[in-house]
């Protein structure tokens, strides 16, 4: 059973840097990928990008570059850092651990969820 | 990007109905197809993979199928707990998209 807690501030400014972690409790982490997911009203459930234990990521393009997603094995933690925020980006935001099975993937553990609302 | 249609978007039923929701890739995503369940102020739970495996520990009651483009996410016996939000995914490529959802309501 693989748990994931998040952290980070709850409100942002407009044009700031979000900064999320998730501390994984596992000693497997090099055995996933590591995936960030936000929701809000306006566009459901969207997938950021996501992180092997190997550093290599995939970002959703909708992003425009301005997500990165880093990986501490040291401290079990992977990190999201969202630049040049806007009203838009307002979201609850999810770490979630990107299981296989064959060649199935699936996001089969999730974090507790962190709102942020970014104010103008 | 795959698009990722759900209908319908909301649901009404009863306890020991039986219910169907059905979600449609924009291009053929083969057996690529994830459901999951939300309930308010929750992170989504996986249900099934691949389409039609069911993850552990989740009731028999709930079952899939499809391939290609379409599926479906059949529950039968409505139980109280079932009342939630269903979303589908597509794990074919990235980047990986969800459906819009689809609510079930009593």
């Known amino acids: 059973q693989v748990q994931l807690r998040q952290s980070g501030p709850g409100l942002v400014e407009s044009s700031e840097t979000l900064s999320l972690t998730c501390t994984v409790s596992?000693?497997?982490?090099?055995?996933?990928?590591w995936s960030w997911i936000r929701q809000s009203p306006g566009k459901g459930l969207e997938w950021i990008g996501q992180?092997?234990?190997?550093?290599?990521?995939d970002y959703n393009p909708s992003l425009k570059g301005r997500a990165t997603i880093i990986l501490d094995t040291s401290k079990n933690q992977f990190s999201l850092k969202l630049t040049s925020l806007t009203v838009a980006d307002t979201a609850v935001y999810y770490c979630?651990?990107?299981?296989?099975?064959?060649?199935?993937?699936?996001?089969?553990?999730w974090g507790q969820g962190t709102l942020v609302p970014v104010s103008s | 990007d795959i698009q990722m249609t759900q209908s319908p978007s909301s649901l009404s039923a009863s306890v020991g109905d039986r219910v169907t929701i059905t979600c449609r890739a924009s291009?053929?995503?083969?057996?690529?197809l994830n459901w999951y369940q939300q309930k308010p102020g929750k992170a989504p739970k996986l249900l099934m993979f691949?389409?039609?495996y069911l993850v552990s520990g989740v009731s028999s009651r709930f079952s899939g199928s499809g391939s290609g483009t379409d599926f479906t996410l059949t529950i039968n016996s409505l139980q109280p707990e079932d009342f939630a939000t269903y979303y589908c995914?597509?794990?074919?490529?990235?980047?990986?998209?969800f459906g819009l959802g689809t609510k079930l309501e009593i």
């Open positions: 979630a651990s990107c299981g296989y099975s064959d060649d199935y993937g699936y996001f089969d553990y």
């Open positions: 596992t000693d497997s982490i090099s055995n996933y990928y």
């Open positions: 992180i092997f234990y190997t550093g290599n990521t």
């Open positions: 291009q053929n995503i083969d057996d690529y």
């Open positions: 691949a389409a039609s």
């Open positions: 995914q597509q794990s074919y490529r990235t980047p990986y998209t």
